[in-house]
């Protein structure tokens, strides 16, 4: 692992927000594939409506890339799906001749995409690249999800009585997750869950999911 591809981990898991990220970090990782274009892709960010090269660029008809990371939760670039002539009839953009694209996971289930691309005069993305562009997409899920979930803030003198461990568990349950969903996020068992969540209300005095919730947002 070079120190650059280091250096951007660590930018990834230090930016404040995902603005940040996005402005800062997201070009620094195109720098680094020496692309033409770098951009992260969130589902539920995308643009109502997009133009008619937009809407083949997401088709999972029409590209095979993101079909195969839409399919395979994996990065990919189009030098191993198909021949550059096929590429090239596929998606004539002179600054898409190679694409390299991998997956933003959170919950079991995609929700983005991190994609690189490189003009057609520039050689295509190795294999290096597409081990280099995996890593990445691990750290860049791994800060979305921990960014969701410090999304709740509790404010009340009641949160120091809780490890830092409730406190995750007590801000999943803030946003309406299950005992199993929580386990599954923070990679713990189910019944660690609903031990832990049993114990703060033992500590704070209250008897319901509600409550805990209520109490540490006063």
């Given amino acids: 692992m070079s120190n650059s591809l280091?250096?951007?981990?660590?930018a990834i898991a230090t930016s404040p927000n995902e603005q940040?990220?996005?402005?800062?970090?997201?070009?620094?990782?195109?720098?680094?594939?020496?692309?033409?274009?770098?951009?992260?892709?969130?589902?539920?960010?995308?643009?109502?409506?997009?133009?008619?090269?937009?809407?083949?660029?997401?088709?999972?008809n029409h590209n095979p890339v993101l079909k195969y990371v839409w399919?395979?939760?994996?990065?990919?670039?189009?030098n191993i799906l198909l021949s550059s002539a096929k590429w090239q009839a596929i998606c004539p953009r002179f600054d898409h001749g190679h694409v390299m694209a991998g997956p933003i996971v959170a919950d079991g289930g995609l929700?983005?995409?991190?994609?690189?691309?490189?003009?057609?005069?520039?050689?295509?993305?190795?294999?290096?690249?597409?081990?280099?562009?995996?890593g990445l997409c691990l750290?860049?899920?791994?800060?979305?999800?921990?960014?969701?979930s410090s999304a709740v803030e509790f404010s009340s003198?009641?949160?120091e009585l809780l490890t830092p461990r409730e406190i995750a568990i007590a801000k999943l349950v803030a946003r309406g997750l299950t005992n199993a969903e929580i386990g599954r996020k923070l990679w713990i068992q189910e019944n660690s869950v609903k031990q832990a969540v049993k114990r703060m209300f033992r500590k704070?005095?209250?008897?319901?999911?509600?409550?805990?919730?209520?109490?540490?947002?006063?």
């Fill in 71 to 78: 399919e395979h939760h994996a990065p990919v670039h189009e």
């Fill in 111 to 134: 929700i983005g995409g991190l994609g690189v691309t490189r003009d057609r005069l520039t050689s295509a993305f190795t294999h290096q690249d597409f081990f280099d562009l995996s």
């Fill in 20 to 60: 940040t990220l996005k402005e800062e970090v997201i070009p620094e990782i195109g720098a680094y594939f020496a692309a033409k274009r770098c951009g992260l892709f969130l589902l539920n960010q995308l643009p109502p409506q997009v133009s008619n090269l937009g809407k083949l660029a997401f088709s999972l």
């Fill in 139 to 148: 750290h860049v899920s791994t800060f979305l999800v921990q960014q969701q």
């Fill in 6 to 10: 280091t250096t951007l981990f660590k």
């Fill in 157 to 159: 003198s009641e949160i």
């Fill in 204 to 218: 704070l005095n209250i008897s319901s999911r509600t409550s805990l919730v209520s109490l540490l947002l006063q």
